[in-house]
């Protein structure tokens, strides 16, 4: 059995966990971060979640998934693919897995982001890779800080 490929990154945020929380899951918010795209669902577990964006003059999913699991405000699991990455069939055992947490530290948020595991799915070593030299979630979260923090 091959080692598990996960990517996690952790961001302290100088908000309350609740703004957090919101920016994670709030359309409005996650366009602002998230190239921009919004992520819709309406957040309880067995349901879709679709990240949806205009790219050049044509709305389209640009990543799509399930939630797996949700404890609002804290926790919050789901899958994740591509369905626009035709070198990766849109097959259940190539969804990636991420799950944010989000605990508050009084005057601040520590938020840990997780996504994997790579070495389930097609072409996991390289799609881990180039995840890793991107910078995983790190680029994200410093978006998302820096628009809590202004």
């Not at 961001?11 to 921009?36: H, Q, S």
């Not at 035709?86 to 996504?115: C, F, H, I, M, R």
């Not at 097609?122 to 991107?134: I, L, M, P, W």
Request: overall charge negative.
């Amino acid at each position: 059995m091959s080692q598990p490929l996960i990517v996690t990154n952790t961001i302290t945020i100088n908000a309350p966990a609740a703004k957090v929380w919101d920016a994670l899951v709030n359309p409005e918010m996650t366009r602002k971060y998230m190239f921009g795209c919004e992520a819709l669902s309406d957040w309880k577990p067995g349901s879709p979640l679709l990240w949806k964006g205009n790219f050049n003059g044509v709305e389209m999913v640009a990543v799509k998934g399930s939630i797996v699991s949700i404890d609002p405000g804290k926790h919050l699991v789901y899958t994740t693919i591509d369905p626009n990455n035709p070198a990766v069939p849109d097959l259940p055992e190539n969804y990636l897995t991420v799950t944010y947490d989000v605990k508050d530290q009084g005057d601040s948020t520590l938020l840990t982001v997780s996504q994997g595991d790579y070495s389930t799915v097609t072409a996991g070593d390289q799609r881990y890779e180039e995840t890793v030299a991107g910078g995983g979630w790190t680029p994200i979260l410093d978006q998302i800080k820096q628009l809590l923090e202004n």
